[in-house]
């Protein structure tokens, strides 16, 4: 499995970004793909997480209501629109997928075993 996020850039506050997360390789499938973000000096952090199936979701509380994790499930593609950035949202943000149906662990890195490159977005003041 190869994941390959884009997207990122630099914004001022208040303002939106759609990150991007295509999946490629033969046969792929998931149970539940991420995202995450690293801040400098900071660990890596659960954003989101979507369940591939049915499309559930879950949220870290410091984006519930600006994020919005979606997927197209033809075309094997993970989205995260982010919406009234502020500068704290600034870091590297990543992609992630695992097979394991255990829906408990969304939030834990370790979970994930695949990892797409990160995709940098800052947002400033």
């Known amino acids: 499995v190869q994941l390959q996020a884009s997207g990122g850039g630099l914004v001022q506050a208040g303002d939106s970004l759609r990150l991007s997360c295509a999946a490629s390789g033969r046969a792929f499938s998931t149970y539940r793909m991420g995202w995450f973000r690293q801040a400098p000096g900071k660990e890596r952090d659960i954003v989101a997480a979507?369940?591939?199936?049915?499309?559930?979701?879950n949220y870290a509380d410091s984006v519930k209501g600006r994020f919005t994790i979606s997927r197209e499930y033809a075309k094997n593609t993970l989205w995260l629109q982010m919406n009234s950035l502020r500068p704290e949202d600034t870091a590297d943000y990543y992609c992630a997928a695992d097979r394991s149906p255990n829906w408990r662990n969304w939030a834990f890195r370790s979970a994930y075993d695949y990892w797409g490159q990160g995709t940098q977005v800052t947002v400033s003041s």
């Open positions: 979507i369940r591939w199936s049915d499309g559930v979701t």
